[in-house]
Every structure is written in structure tokens, then in C-alpha cells.
């Protein structure tokens, strides 16, 4: 007999490298000499706005405060995403050089990304007046109108650069673009930047996760396993679940009497491993160690057991159908 355990877990501090991130993306469009003044007044004030949340995050683990935090960082991630893909588009440098010096253009363009463009650019062609009114009257409009698929093809393309210079390992980079490349309207297109963005910060938090887990794990007298096919690298897959939109990343502790058990990490905080058929119950007294360990350093943890037969593998598997696997 063996058990299944999965562990949803909580950490404020892991979210600290993902502020890090944004605020690195937004040093990197300031340092250009080509963006618009105004648009790096704008990029400046979005920049103390993630140093605050960061401050904040290194505070309490209260749950409610937890949650909001989270949110907070979800919006955050929306307006980098749509600053830090536009800065660099003629079509806006086009745009902000007709607009009168009172509009915030980089306010509407962080909140409202390609939407935002489109609606500026639907303004002038039909000759209304570029002002905070208007745009207000008329985004509902632009929103339900059919794009052509110049433009389209051109939004899936800047959304593929912006991809690769993730900072995700391939398989996800593949996972992603194919979730978007079939995208037609622009429901799907107004936050095709903000999807991408989140997930790059989903990724540096899962890291984050896996190095404390097998930090602790390694406590235990386990190590990480290698590749059967190249010694000299560790085994692991990254995986995008294109069914749940979630970023997995799978990977095997082997201790010192060769039991071998597969960790299944997630962007959701989740973590998931099978362990049995251990002398003397090592595999519950691995499991305590690790809870008491996680707790002790700052995560909050909510735990799940499941028995289940023992297998002639003693790996745990687990299949997520749909999903593209593999990568470095």
C-alpha cells in the first residue's frame, strides 16, 4: 500500500521575484531614448506602484491579505505586459504624435492594451475628436467590431515575440503560442499580452517552489535523479496543460535505499508525489518532515492523502491529457 499526497502551498515571498521581473521589463523600455516622454512618466509611476505590492508581499500571511495581494499582481502583470509590447510599435508612435498633450496614453494603453490602440485608431480614421470622452464612448464599439486579419495576424506576431523573449522554457513557449494562434476577435486579443506576461511569472514562481522543495527533500538524504538517456543531466519535464492553463514541471528525488519518487510541481502552488512500500514507514515520515519543514520557513500548506495500491513502479505517475511535454 502506498499514498498519494498533494500539497497546496502559500508563500508571499515567491511572489517578490515576480515584482522583480516586471520591474526589470519596465527599466528596460525606460532605458530606450525612443519611447514617448509621457509614456515613461507613465512607466515610472507603474514602477513604484510594484515596489509598493512588493513591500507589501513581505508582510502578512493572512489569507484574505494573500488573495488581495495576488489580485493586485494579476493587474500589475496586465499593465506591464500591454506598456512593455507597445512601447516599441510604429503604429503608436503614429498614434500618441495626433493626440492633444492632456490625454494619458500611457495610462489607457497599460489599462486596455491592443483595445486601446484600436479604439485610437478608429478615432481617427472616422475623424472624432482624440480626447478621454470619446474614447470612452466609442472602446465599447471597437470592441465588438471584426478585425481584419492583416491586423490579427500582425497582434499574433508581436505576441510571438514577446513569447520568446520570455524568460519560459520552450515546451512552454509551444504550449502558448498554440493556445493563441487560433485567437480571431478581439475579446481574445485585448489581453493576449497580459496572458503571456502571467505566465512568465507563473514559471519564476514555480521555479522558486522547486528549488525550496528539493532544498528541504535533499535534508532528507535525497538527491536529485538523473536522466537515464544523458548522465549527466537531471530528469525533468516542463509541461503546459493546455486543459486547466497551468504550467507543470515534473521531477524525480532518488534516496539513499534507491527509492525513487517523481515531484509534480504546478504554477497553482501545487505539489503532488506518490510514496510507499517503504521499511519502516519512511515514506509517512518523509511526508511530515517535509510539511514541518515548509511550515517552519514561512509556507502555508493544506495537505491531501489518498491511499492506493502499490505498483510494481514505485514512481508516480500522473497523465495530463492534452498537453505538449518535454523542453529544457
Not at 16 to 27: A, F, P, R, V, Y
Not at 71 to 76: C, V, Y
Request: proline share 2%; charged share 30%.
Amino acid at each position: 500500500m502506498s499514498h498519494i499526497i498533494r500539497i497546496s502551498i502559500q508563500n508571499q515571498k515567491i511572489y517578490e521575484t515576480s515584482c522583480d521581473n516586471l520591474i526589470n521589463k519596465l527599466e528596460k523600455i525606460n532605458s530606450s531614448n525612443s519611447v514617448n516622454q509621457d509614456y515613461k512618466k507613465g512607466i515610472d509611476s507603474l514602477i513604484r506602484n510594484i515596489s509598493s505590492l512588493k513591500s507589501s508581499f513581505a508582510g502578512s500571511m493572512e489569507s484574505e491579505s494573500y488573495y488581495r495581494l495576488t489580485r493586485d499582481l494579476s493587474t500589475l502583470e496586465k499593465e506591464v505586459a500591454n506598456l512593455y509590447i507597445t512601447a516599441r510599435d510604429q503604429v503608436l508612435d503614429d498614434l500618441i504624435s495626433s493626440l492633444p498633450p492632456e490625454f494619458n496614453i500611457s495610462k489607457v494603453i497599460s489599462d486596455h492594451g491592443p483595445l486601446a490602440i484600436e479604439t485610437l485608431d478608429y478615432l481617427r480614421q472616422n475623424n472624432i475628436q482624440q480626447n478621454q470622452e470619446n474614447f470612452d464612448k466609442y472602446m465599447p464599439i471597437v470592441k465588438e467590431k471584426q478585425l481584419s486579419q492583416e491586423k490579427i495576424k500582425n497582434y499574433i506576431t508581436n505576441a510571438y515575440k514577446m513569447i520568446d523573449e520570455c524568460k519560459i522554457p520552450d515546451s512552454i513557449k509551444y504550449g502558448i503560442k498554440n493556445r493563441i494562434r487560433n485567437i480571431k476577435d478581439m475579446a481574445d486579443i485585448k489581453d493576449i499580452y497580459a496572458v503571456i506576461q502571467s505566465k512568465e511569472d507563473e514559471t519564476i514562481r514555480t521555479v522558486e517552489l522547486i528549488n525550496k522543495v528539493i532544498e528541504l527533500l535533499e535534508k532528507q538524504n535525497f538527491k536529485r535523479a538523473h536522466d537515464p538517456k544523458n548522465k549527466n543531466n537531471y530528469w525533468h519535464k516542463w509541461i503546459y496543460d493546455e486543459e486547466n492553463d497551468k504550467i507543470v514541471f515534473k521531477f524525480r528525488m532518488i534516496n539513499d535505499s534507491n527509492n525513487t519518487v517523481e515531484m509534480v510541481v504546478d504554477s497553482m502552488g501545487d505539489l503532488e508525489y506518490k510514496l510507499g512500500n517503504y521499511i519502516g514507514h519512511a515514506c509517512e515520515k518523509t511526508t511530515e518532515k517535509l510539511l514541518k519543514d515548509l511550515n517552519e520557513q514561512g509556507f502555508i500548506t493544506r495537505e491531501q492523502f489518498r491511499r492506493d495500491f502499490e505498483t510494481n513502479d514505485k514512481v508516480m505517475r500522473k497523465q495530463i491529457d492534452k498537453s505538449k511535454d518535454g523542453g529544457k
